[in-house]
């Protein structure tokens, strides 16, 4: 069964800095577009950043501040993200693009003006 677990959200200042790291279970990423989702507080889940099969990456308003990049020998997605900002606190959260029905529990980003 396919699992997705996040980790390193946490609570930064303005500015500051995350590393988000989303280890793949019950299915190997190597064969699969991954991205990274994250929804507000009241707001609808969105896709932030996007990675393909051969390393082609895409992103949403993040563009210049989020760096996605995997590790397929890990099994691992990440996202480096620089330049918080406020507007980014949500929950944040990885799978398959198009996304499948087996969400992780996120990690939360708190930035804090």
């Known amino acids: 069964q396919a699992q997705l677990v996040e980790s390193g959200g946490g609570w930064v200042q303005a500015g500051g800095s995350l590393r988000l790291s989303c280890a793949a279970h019950?299915?190997?990423?190597?064969?699969?577009?991954m991205a990274w989702y994250r929804q507000a507080p009241g707001k609808q889940r969105e896709s932030v950043a996007r990675?393909?099969?051969?390393?082609?990456t895409n992103y949403n308003s993040v563009k210049g501040r989020f760096t996605i990049s995997r590790d397929n020998a890990k099994n691992t997605v990440y996202l480096e993200m620089n330049g918080l900002k406020p507007e980014d606190t949500a929950v944040y959260y990885c799978?398959?693009?198009?996304?499948?029905?087996?969400w992780g529990q996120g990690t939360q980003v708190t930035v804090s003006s």
């Open positions: 990675i393909d099969v051969g390393g082609t």
């Open positions: 019950g299915f190997t990423i190597r064969l699969r577009s």
């Open positions: 799978n398959t693009d198009p996304a499948s029905r087996s």
